[in-house]
């Protein structure tokens, strides 16, 4: 066996990839990232603490596709989501995802081009239930797919806060944000100021979920698709009634593991 195989094998094997969580403050992506390490901050009474704006970034590790590896570093966790696979030899991949949790207040986005290079899939989360910033996160959210680092890295938006009453369901949130707003797309949702990410080689997907796993109130809706790649079908809400909250908490898990998916499919494809 040649070492470009045996190298090629090892990488399909590992299957690194390195995930950019982005959005605006208070969105609630260190939510969203406590709630996928199954690690919510804890006081030392046992009690929920509050969690901190980020200044700067943190970087956690998850494992998806095979249990639970490395908890000493109280960083790494494994997560039930779909994502691993068989890499053609009968065993069994393992995704380590590396997960870049950066600050979204105004005065630190202009820092975070200095994390796109070598980010393969983007996490962008925006609080379904503040539809006054929407507008604005669509408009951050369309520069940053504008970045040629990040030409063709898939997009998965996190509609969060869906467990607060009253919170958009994903097709309003993707229609708020400009998602839908292109031609071709034959999309409902005309919304001035369109991102422009329709029609180029993105997939994208936007998901209902919440990072609370508790509390009463939630819509339920199924993700809203589209993207380069002829994945462009909108299902329409389902209305969905039973267990919406479990549905929403299902829905972080399902999202993380479609981007997941994805950027095997683009990065392992063929190894
Ligand atoms: N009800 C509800 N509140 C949430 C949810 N996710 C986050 N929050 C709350 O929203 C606030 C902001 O959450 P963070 O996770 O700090 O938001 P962030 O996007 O990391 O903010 P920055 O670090 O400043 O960019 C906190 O008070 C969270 O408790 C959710 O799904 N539901
Ligand atoms: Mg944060």
New binding site residues.
Partial sequence: MGLLTILRKLKARQRHMRLLLL?????????????LLGTPPLGVDGEPT??????GFDIHTLTVGSPVSDSAAGTTASLSVPGGGDIGDGSAATNTIHVW?????AS?RPFWRNYFDATDGLLF?V?A?DPARLPAAGRVMAQVCKEERLAGVPLCVLA?????PGAMDARSVAAALGLLGEEGRGAQGEEEGGVGLIGDKRHWMVFP????GG?GGWRGDTPVEGGGGGNGALPLPTGATADRVDL?VRGLAEGVGWLVADVSARLFEGL
């Fill in positions: 959005g605006l403050d208070n969105a609630g992506k260190t939510s969203v990232m406590h709630a509050p969690i901190a704006p980020t200044v949790d950066v600050g979204g207040q630190i989360v609080d239930a969060n806060k869906q467990d607060v979920c919440t990072a609370m509390g929403a």
